[in-house]
């Protein structure tokens, strides 16, 4: 009785500081602030933050930028050979490693590729690798996540008949991935669980929550009314019985560090993905319908067969993708669960191939969804807030073996089924390829999700957070090498996504830690006192602190019996009773004064913390007001460096613009004044040319009229052969003999002709007295060179002579200049002699020409010649014959005229 009154007490003061506690908590939360408070008796130190936990489950959409990531990891599982002396295409070289070597009748081989490949994953499980070694290093982590409140996804994947199936659910005496999921986890949930239906699924992904009366009421009327459920529950006598006969080994493994204070429940469902449709494989039949033909169903369904309708892939509020009006069971024990599984394992659609018996022609998910929430601050039943229950999903995949349908040697329903089959594992591929791209790139292409039910099922995963394992199943068979080798590929490619690592939950939720255990006890002590087991300190009406027996019989049936001296006894005795019972009051009066003091104090101190706490958050918030005037102004100084540096710039974009525009001024003219020194050097050309071609006909009629005077002289006039001044004769000397002259006579030469003029004339004059009209065009230059031209004396220098200055003279000069292709300018004087014609007017007979060049001097050696007679051994016949035209100017004309001349004739005006 002590004992009660002292655990009373004990709930009571509790009961009381909770309240406290709270509501001081209450006001601080209110206020933002966190802060470390003691806990009441055990002084354990609790850290308290503003916000309550949430569930897990509410993933954001998109991934989480700062969250830190994990690669998908892969594992890589070789069955053993079915044939032990078949040849085999792989070894494998670690625990991480295996090695390709392409048989010689692989397609690979026949394309040239003989070099062996080498993949690495997370570990290579041999063939001779046991289910629970499988187990415990791939899915027992994921059980771990799942029992803390964080979501993972365990694949099987591989060509068909590599062993997905057998890794997955193993048989009856060794178990695979599945079915020991199931065990781990009802083994570690224990007692923790809730009563049935206390967790409902609310039909859109979520979970609602219920008294424990009300779970009662519903229990009640499930049992009662079997018939009209439509959902399937715990599995009924009638399946149990379908199973009885198979005994389970099962798993022992029990994890720890679940939290005490909470309830949990399991839920499964399981579907099936065939031919891009979603099946619920745990979809009761309608009592309706009586089979005629097994569950089991193969192709397309028969009048009498029952045909599961298909499922819808919809997005919940924290956008989730979930199967819509599917089962969910709530199972209470692994058997449960895993007669669950074997009822939906019977409607799959399982066919036999030419690769495998059994073969799995849909993908299978079975998922195992935990629910958990905490218990209320009595630690009696779980608080009924929705917003505090956590969902945390393990989904386990068997995917349907890829494979080549010649291989397979299917036709028909199968040919339909590989080929979707082949569709959907290729989408799955190409998702990852992308999400692997995208995250490695840093490209933003669209994962088609959406393009397959698996992958659209299973974005969350991809996209938000959780954990991912892959298991790669490969048969070492030569004969498969070449659909290996893309398997081998793709799940290389696959453990470079990164998925976001999942956050557990927080369920600190501010309520005294160790509720169950003293709720427990305390139910224990009122059974112990005869007390109704399970009631509640509230419901119960029987005093727990009483004042001794009941009152003895005051009825007198005998008139001895002292039933006064009884009575005073008894209250003698009641009243000692109560004095005890008084002065124990008063003395836990006393104590529970002095601890509420306490904790007045305590709350005193907290509230004094508080203060201090409000004071450093006003400084920190001056502070904070201080860095961000800081920056403003560090933000105006830089936009104002930025302004200087953008003008700056703009300024010199300007001068550039502007010297691009002048270069582009100067290039145009350049271009112009490059377009008219053209034109004019054409025209000059053009002249030059011109003037060539006339000095080139004069020369040619020269040599024809000398041919014409070598002809008459051969022709019989003697007078000319003999004639000749004694410098002819002289010059006749240089000549060949008179055979020669007879030869030549023969076949005159043109150089050997008669000069035109006689050479009496071609005395130089320079030296004589006579005036010189010494004719210079307007456009001669000034050569500017220290030799000068050997010339007359005197002179009269004219630009445009006129006849008059002709008659005044009998010497006459003319100057020419030209350039040549050098660009050097050469400069010819002509001279000659100024005859007087029988009519009165004069003629001008050319005697010599002299030359002047000017030279760069390193183009030509530094002389200045008097290219008078060339001093190249040319005979003064050529001379002669060069000067033997003229001009002649005829009364009238200003310039005179160019006219070739011989010595016999002279021209006149
Ligand atoms: N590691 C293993 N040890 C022993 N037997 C195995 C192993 N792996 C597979 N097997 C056996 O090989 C056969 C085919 O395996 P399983 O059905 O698991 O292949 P699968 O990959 O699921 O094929 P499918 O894609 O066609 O469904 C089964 O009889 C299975 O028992």
Redesign the pocket.
């Known amino acids: 009785m002590y004992h009660i009154c002292k655990l009373h007490t004990i709930f009571t003061t509790l009961r009381y500081y909770e309240k406290l506690q709270t509501e001081v908590l209450t006001r601080v939360q209110q206020q933002g602030l966190q802060f470390k408070t003691l806990s009441n008796s055990s002084q354990i130190l609790v850290t308290m933050k503003p916000t309550r936990g949430k569930t897990p489950k509410k993933t954001p959409r998109k991934v989480n930028v700062n969250k830190t990531k994990d690669p998908v990891e892969v594992y890589s599982r070789v069955?053993?050979l079915e044939d032990p002396n078949g040849s085999i295409c792989m070894k494998i070289t670690n625990s991480t490693t295996v090695q390709l070597t392409p048989p010689e009748n692989s397609h690979a081989y026949k394309n040239g590729h003989y070099k062996e490949s080498t993949h690495t994953f997370k570990y290579v499980f041999g063939?001779e690798t046991s289910q629970k070694a499988m187990f415990d290093h791939v899915a027992l982590p994921l059980v771990e996540d799942l029992l803390h409140g964080k979501n993972g996804l365990i694949f099987m994947y591989?060509i068909?008949?590599?062993?997905?199936?057998?890794t997955m659910q193993g048989s009856m005496q060794d178990s695979g991935v599945l079915p020991r999921c199931l065990d781990v986890i009802f083994n570690s949930l224990g007692d923790l669980q809730a009563k049935k239906y206390v967790f409902k699924p609310d039909r859109s992904n979520g979970m609602d929550v219920q008294t424990e009366a009300d779970a009662m009421m519903e229990r009640q009327k499930k049992e009662l009314m079997p018939f009209t459920q439509r959902t399937p529950s715990t599995p009924r006598r009638k399946d149990k019985d379908d199973f009885s006969n198979m005994v389970r080994v099962p798993d022992t493994t029990r994890l720890s560090g679940l939290i005490e204070d909470n309830m949990y429940s399991v839920f499964v469902s399981y579907i099936e993905i065939y031919n891009n449709y979603i099946y619920d494989l745990l979809e009761e039949m309608p009592e309706t319908i009586t089979p005629k033909k097994p569950y089991r169903l193969f192709g397309m369904a028969s009048d009498n067969q029952w045909t599961l309708p298909s499922k819808s892939l919809r997005e919940d509020s924290n956008h989730n993708m979930y199967v819509a009006n599917i089962n969910e069971v709530e199972v209470k024990s692994a058997d449960d669960a895993f007669i669950v599984f074997l009822k939906g394992q019977k409607q799959r659609k399982v066919a036999h191939?030419k690769l495998?018996t059994?073969?799995?022609r849909s993908h299978s998910v079975f998922n195992i969804r935990l629910v958990q929430a905490p218990l209320d601050p009595a630690g009696e039943e779980v608080l009924q807030d929705k917003n505090e229950i956590c969902l945390s999903q393990l989904s386990l995949v068997d995917l349907?073996?890829s494979e080549r349908t010649h291989r397979t040697k299917t036709s028909g329903d199968r040919l339909r089924e590989a080929g979707n089959i082949n569709a959907s594992l290729m989408t799955l591929r190409t998702c990852i390829e992308i999400l692997r791209e995208n995250q490695t790139n840093g490209a933003n292409k669209i994962v088609p999700y959406r393009d397959s039910k698996i992958t659209h099922l299973f974005k969350n995963y991809f996209d938000g957070e959780g954990k991912v394992r892959m298991v790669v199943?490969v048969n070492p068979k030569a004969a498969d090498y070449d659909e290996t080798t893309h398997v081998m590929r793709f799940a290389e490619v696959t453990q470079e996504v990164q998925i976001a690592r999942p956050t557990g939950p927080k369920f600190d939720i501010g309520l005294t830690p160790g509720r169950r255990k003293a709720h427990q006890m305390y139910r224990k002590m009122l059974e112990q006192e005869g007390g109704t087991p399970g009631a509640n300190l509230a419901q119960t009406n029987r005093p727990i602190i009483t004042l001794g027996p009941p009152f003895p019989c005051l009825q007198m049936n005998d008139p001895n019996e002292d039933v006064i001296a009884n009575l005073l006894a008894f209250l003698v005795e009641r009243e000692k009773r109560r004095n005890i019972l008084e002065s124990e009051r008063l003395r836990k009066e006393e104590a529970f004064r002095a601890r509420l003091q306490d904790f007045e104090k305590e709350a005193e101190a907290v509230k004094a913390e508080n203060r201090d706490l409000k004071k450093e958050v006003e400084r920190y918030k001056k502070k904070l007001k201080l860095h961000d005037s800081e920056k403003e102004s560090i933000n105006r100084e830089h936009a104002g460096v930025l302004r200087e540096i953008n003008n700056e710039l703009s300024n010199k974009d300007k001068q550039l613009q502007k010297e691009i525009q002048e270069k582009e001024k100067l290039r145009l003219a350049l271009k112009g004044v490059q377009q008219s020194e053209k034109e004019r050097w054409e025209k000059e050309m053009g002249k030059r040319v011109m003037a060539n071609k006339m000095e080139y006909e004069n020369r040619l009629w020269v040599k024809n009229a000398q041919l014409d005077q070598l002809k008459q002289i051969v022709c019989g006039n003697g007078e000319v052969e003999g004639a000749g001044d004694r410098d002819d004769v002289e010059m006749e000397e240089d000549k060949p003999k008179p055979t020669q002259v007879l030869n030549r006579s023969q076949s005159p030469p043109p150089k050997r002709t008669a000069p035109p003029v006689k050479i009496r004339h071609r005395r130089s004059r320079s030296t004589s007295n006579t005036v010189w009209v010494d004719h210079k065009p307007v456009s001669t230059l000034d050569t500017e060179t220290i030799l000068q031209p050997v010339g007359p004396k005197k002179k009269k220098t004219v630009n445009n002579p006129s006849v008059k200055d002709l008659k005044k003279t009998d010497n006459y000069m003319v100057t020419h200049q030209e350039e040549d292709s050098k660009g050097e300018v050469e400069t010819k004087i002509y001279k000659a002699e100024v005859l007087p014609t029988r009519g009165g007017g004069r003629a001008v007979q050319f005697t010599d020409v002299e030359k002047l060049k000017t030279g760069s001097p390193t183009n030509s050696p530094p002389s200045r010649k008097r290219k008078s007679d060339e001093g190249d051994g040319r005979s003064p016949r050529e001379v002669e014959a060069r000067c033997s035209y003229g001009y002649e100017s005829k009364a009238g004309q200003t310039q005179p005229s160019v006219n070739h001349t011989v010595p016999s004739k002279k021209f006149r005006k």
């Open positions: 069955r053993p063939p591989g068909t008949n590599s062993g997905k199936t057998h191939t495998n059994e073969s799995s349907a073996g199943c």
